[in-house]
């Protein structure tokens, strides 16, 4: 892309490598820590690491990046020639990324606007795209800001975990708490709102929770023009048919990508996670 503005955000967005090459984005990779080994997302540890480790029933946490290692980015941008930086993060309820972004913007030698997209996965990385676009379009920094956090006010994001053990550790449940006292007995629907994990819907089996995941991407869907991510983290088993039968059923459906969460989110979530990104054009 031109070097005019720089794109920047973080490893939680699980852009695919192809689209992050396009548009020269620049990612700052959360951490992940597996008893007392601490690793980079997406460089030193991947979903199957993390899989594998919370099914041993190690020890999993994971960390945000430090405000220097953002400062470090946007230095870089700046030698490199940009005038400003668009800085696009995960939900500010569900890590302090964008905190440690803020701070370094404050210091940075050229205008940097950091925005909470209160999204995660490909919710965010479809405002990351829609902000590179908005870049490559001649937009001003402001305006790109803006077109960005435009996609992430429409888009929407619905998930199924096997367990909500994960989350409760992690502390990221929120209003989910509620369902713990009847875990055992329900399969939960969560959605994101407001940047949180909330509860959406109890289902009693994993095969009609995934049967109401899909009625309820297809209802948000509409008619409308939309970009969908089905995620998973191993459980490619459910995601490849459910993207299937997605393609079939969303009339405006224009790009449909199934990818796996990576390691930070798949250590709140567990495996068997399985999730529908909606983000309408």
């Known amino acids: 892309m031109p070097a005019d503005l720089a794109i920047v955000t973080d ?23 597996v008893g007392d080994e601490v690793l980079a997302e997406g460089v030193e540890i991947s979903p199957k690491d993390v899989a594998e480790a919370l099914r041993a029933k190690h020890r999993v946490t994971t960390s945000r990046p430090g405000p220097e290692t953002f ?20 939900s500010a309820e569900l ?8 701070l370094a913007a404050a ?9 909470d997209s209160r999204l995660v996965g ?12 908005a870049a490559e379009a001649g937009l001003g920094l402001d305006a ?3 077109a960005a ?20 550790r992690g502390g990221r449940i929120g209003a989910a708490r509620a369902l713990l006292g009847s875990a055992l007995a329900v399969k939960p629907l969560l959605h994101l709102s407001a940047g949180r994990i909330e509860p959406l819907e109890k289902v009693r089996t994993a095969s009609r929770a995934i049967a109401r995941l899909e009625e309820i991407a297809v209802e948000q869907a509409g008619e409308r ?10 459980a490619a088993e459910r995601a490849e048919p459910l993207a299937e039968r997605l393609r079939e059923r969303v009339p405006g459906l224009r790009e449909l990508y199934v990818g796996e969460v990576g390691a930070v989110i798949g250590a709140h979530v567990g495996p068997g996670l399985l999730a529908v990104v909606l983000s309408p054009r």
């Open 225 to 234: 023009e939309v970009d969908i991510t089905v995620h998973h983290l191993a």
């Open 144 to 146: 790109v800001a803006d």
């Open 107 to 115: 210091q940075a030698p050229i205008p940097v606007r950091v925005v």
């Open 11 to 33: 490893s939680t967005a699980y852009l695919s490598q192809p689209a992050v090459d396009r548009h020269g984005i620049t990612i700052v990779p959360l951490s992940v820590a």
């Open 95 to 102: 890590s302090g990324t964008y905190e440690a972004a803020v």
């Open 149 to 168: 956090a435009q996609r992430a006010a429409r888009t929407s994001g619905f998930f199924y975990v096997d367990t909500l053990e994960h989350l409760r």
């Open 71 to 90: 400062a470090a980015a946007y230095r870089a941008a700046a030698e490199a020639g940009a005038s400003g930086v668009v800085s696009l993060h995960i």
């Open 122 to 133: 490909m919710a965010l990385g479809y405002c990351v795209l829609t902000a590179a676009e």
